[in-house]
């Protein structure tokens, strides 16, 4: 037997006291009370193999009890890992309007100077003076080309021209110069060729001239523009 015995409570001496005397029959005279039992007095010696055991077993669970407050918002948690890329959408979206044009921005500062240019030729250059007389005049009706060549003359244009009839020293009477313009004469038709400014024409008044000398200056350009018009006055 253990030398130390177990002290129970109030509890458990008022059930061992009926457990004893329902083991030991009746108790002569009355029952015992748990006001007949001193506190502390009944070991657990004196109780009933097993009872002890079994009053130390658990009782059955209580029922759940009210809610109670709700508690404070506990920290965030670290961030989880991140989930890998969805899928590509199939789908195409349609171009939104034009948004409005923005303001104007200010002038940007002036660029450096370019190179100079290469020089240009001179409109003179290539020139040439032709001049042509008539020892006999007859009636002041005379032409110049500006080259003897048909061909080369095409590749001129007469941008002056002029007349002198008789001599310097000497002038005829009667001679006066009616038309003083560009161009080539067609002698058969009596009329200025179409189209042809590579030469000097004089259209004299049909006096007769001991003389008559007709000068053109010709320029390598066929690029002349010819600007005709007319005044009604």
Same mark, same amino acid.
């Given at each position: ?63 759940? @009890?009210?809610? &109670?407050? /709700? $508690?404070?918002?506990?920290? #965030? =948690? *670290?961030?989880?890992?991140?989930? %890998?890329?969805? +899928? !590509?959408? @199939?789908?195409? &979206?349609? /171009? $939104?309007?034009?948004?409005? #044009? =923005? *303001?104007?921005?200010?002038?940007? %500062?002036?660029? +450096? !100077? ?120």
């Amino acid at each position: 037997m253990n030398s130390k015995r177990k002290i129970i409570g109030g509890g458990i001496a008022a059930a061992a006291v009926i457990s004893l005397s329902m083991a030991g029959g009746a108790v002569a005279g009355s029952l015992v009370t748990s006001a007949d039992i001193k506190d502390h007095t009944i070991k657990s010696v004196d109780l009933k193999p097993g009872l002890v055991e079994k009053f130390s077993q658990p009782g059955p669970a209580g029922q759940d @009890g009210a809610a &109670g407050p /709700q $508690g404070p918002k506990g920290e #965030a =948690g *670290p961030a989880g890992p991140q989930g %890998p890329a969805g +899928p !590509a959408g @199939g789908g195409t &979206g349609t /171009q $939104g309007p034009a948004g409005p #044009a =923005g *303001p104007k921005g200010d002038t940007g %500062p002036a660029g +450096p !100077a370019g190179a100079d240019g290469t020089d240009g030729v001179d409109g003179l250059t290539g020139a040439v003076y032709r001049t042509l007389t008539y020892t006999n005049g007859g009636g002041g009706s005379a032409t110049v080309a500006c080259d003897d060549d048909p061909a080369v003359s095409q590749q001129y244009t007469a941008i002056s021209g002029g007349v002198q009839g008789g001599t310097v020293d000497t002038q005829d009477d009667g001679f006066a110069v009616n038309s003083s313009f560009p161009g080539r004469m067609d002698w058969d038709t009596g009329l200025p060729k179409a189209d042809r400014l590579d030469g000097w024409i004089i259209l004299g008044n049909g006096e007769w001239t001991s003389a008559l000398t007709v000068w053109a200056l010709c320029v390598p350009n066929t690029s002349i523009a010819v600007d005709a018009g007319t005044l009604d006055n």
